[in-house]
Each structure stands twice: as structure tokens, then as C-alpha cells.
């Protein structure tokens, strides 16, 4: 048996380096079945190969696969910090930017996956959306310079910062108003060989185009944010950096969808519903 699973190991390992190979962006979900444990999987002709491990630890396949449908798409996601920018597009802003990013922290569990609901909570007054690029982090990283950073960036999925701006406002910290239960949604697809600099973002709600921006417009783009955070932080693989949003925003209420489209990343699509 043990030799049995050895062949089957080396056979989905060559399949997967030729696969790599042949198509310039390599593209990988989490995943669950029939309510089990989440696994990790690269995306190839709508099947799910399974892995050993969360991609920037392990390409090691199992010898498993599924065909897309067949498994529910979790977020792509499993960090242990979540960093956020405030006002990194000009037109977000109002005024001159900050010499140095607008940094903040959300608890990892606000983060749900493409076929999870957005709950707005009961006591909500203004919840909005945010369409962002985020990046996920391929290794350890600290005090690391802005020239070296893309060798820390693993790759790159789309997020809905939502937010609470009657909290945002109240509350001394952003805390609540940004990292509450459900507040941020990724997905679908954590995306490696695309070009983070030169993306384009797109928000959408309930089908109209309310954001649109290029991350080239980015007043600190993801190298110059690790190399940043790193001064201060130690970043570990599967952490993530967030873009910030662009334009203005509006409330979201029950019933409606909030989509964001990244070029060559996908779409994240995610309904509001009533929490109690």
C-alpha cells in the first residue's frame, strides 16, 4: 500500500510540474466536501488537484482530484495576520497622502470564502463595501528592502473589506468596524504569475460598476507595503496584505451582491444577509 501511494505521489507530481509549465499562472483554491476538513488544491481544467499542503509550503500533490463542482470553494486563504491599508488610492482620499501607509490589523477569522453570505449585524446603521487586492505571503519575512520584496509575495486573490462606517467613526479603533464576524470576503482563486502592479480592480454591486481602479495607481504598491510592514512585523507565510479601496463607497443592505473582479484573478461574489 505504502508503494502503491509513493507511485501515485510521484505520478501527480510530474503532472503537476508539467502542468505548471505549461500555463504561465497557477492558480489555487481551499476546499471542502460533504462538510470535512478543508483542504488545500491547484485549479487545473475545472478539476481540483489536491495538495499536501498549502501551496507556498508544499506542491506536493496527493493523487486526488475533483471535479470544481463537486467541492464547496472556502476562502483561499489561511493567514495568521491580516494587514489592511487605509488610503492608498488618491481617489479615496481627500488632501495630500500620508508620508507612510495607513496601517491596520483584522482578526483572521473575518475572513469568509466566495460561497459564504456577508452578515450584516443586527445592530449595523452603514455597512459598505470595499473592492481590494490583497497578496499573500510566501515566506518569512522581516526587515526586508523594497528591491527584494516580490520574492516574498506569493501571489494574489480579491477581498471585500466590509465596513461599518457609523463604528468607524464612533468607535476609537477600527476594530469592530472593519474586522466583525464575516467582514471580509476572498476569493475565489489565490493566483501566482500575474502581474500585481498592473491589475485591474472592479467592484460591482448588484450588477452596476461602482469601483474601477488599476492597482498601478496605488500610492504604496505591495512591495513598497512588505517591505514596510516588515520593518516592524514579521511576516510569515499566508499572511496578507490588503490594498486598500478606491473611490467612494456606499451601504450595502440585505439581498444585495457586492462582486469584485480582478484581471486575471477572478470574481468574488458574495450576498448580504440579516444577522440577528
Do not use: C
Not at 491599508?85 to 495630500?96: E, K, M, V
Not at 470564502?113 to 519575512?141: C, T
Not at 512585523?233 to 450595502?252: C, K, N, V
Request: proline share 5%; no cysteine.
Amino acid at each position: 500500500m505504502r508503494r502503491l501511494i509513493t507511485l501515485l505521489t510521484g505520478t501527480a507530481l510530474a503532472l503537476g510540474a508539467a502542468l505548471a509549465g505549461a500555463q504561465e499562472l497557477e492558480r489555487f483554491v481551499r476546499y471542502s466536501q460533504d462538510g470535512g476538513d478543508i483542504q488545500w488544491g491547484m485549479v487545473h481544467d475545472g478539476e481540483v488537484w489536491q495538495l499536501a499542503g498549502a501551496p507556498y509550503d508544499t506542491m506536493e500533490h496527493t493523487g486526488a482530484k475533483f471535479p470544481i463542482g463537486d467541492v464547496r470553494l472556502e476562502a483561499p486563504v489561511d493567514p495568521t495576520l491580516v494587514f489592511m491599508t487605509a488610503f492608498n488610492f488618491r481617489s479615496h482620499i481627500t488632501g495630500d497622502p500620508a508620508e507612510y501607509p495607513g496601517l491596520f490589523i483584522v482578526p483572521p477569522n473575518s475572513i469568509v470564502g466566495p460561497q459564504d453570505p456577508i452578515v450584516r449585524p443586527a445592530e449595523s446603521q452603514n455597512l459598505h463595501y470595499e473592492a481590494e487586492m490583497a497578496v499573500v505571503i510566501g515566506k518569512r519575512a522581516e526587515n526586508v528592502s523594497v528591491e527584494d520584496a516580490h520574492e516574498y509575495i506569493f501571489g494574489v486573490t480579491a477581498g471585500n473589506d466590509v465596513s461599518e462606517r457609523a463604528w468607524q467613526g464612533n468607535d476609537i479603533q477600527w476594530v469592530r468596524a472593519k474586522g466583525s464576524r464575516g467582514f471580509n470576503a476572498v476569493g475565489p482563486e489565490l493566483v501566482r504569475g500575474t502581474d500585481y502592479k498592473n491589475l485591474q480592480i472592479t467592484g460591482r454591486h448588484n450588477g452596476e460598476v461602482v469601483q474601477t481602479q488599476n492597482s498601478s495607481d496605488l500610492i504604496f504598491n505591495m512591495e513598497e507595503m512588505v517591505s514596510y510592514i516588515s520593518q516592524y512585523f514579521t511576516l510569515e507565510p499566508g499572511d496578507m496584505i490588503w490594498s486598500g479601496t478606491m473611490g467612494s463607497t456606499r451601504a450595502m443592505v440585505p439581498g444585495d451582491v457586492y462582486e469584485v473582479e480582478i484581471e486575471n484573478v477572478g470574481v468574488l461574489r458574495n450576498e448580504v444577509v440579516q444577522g440577528r
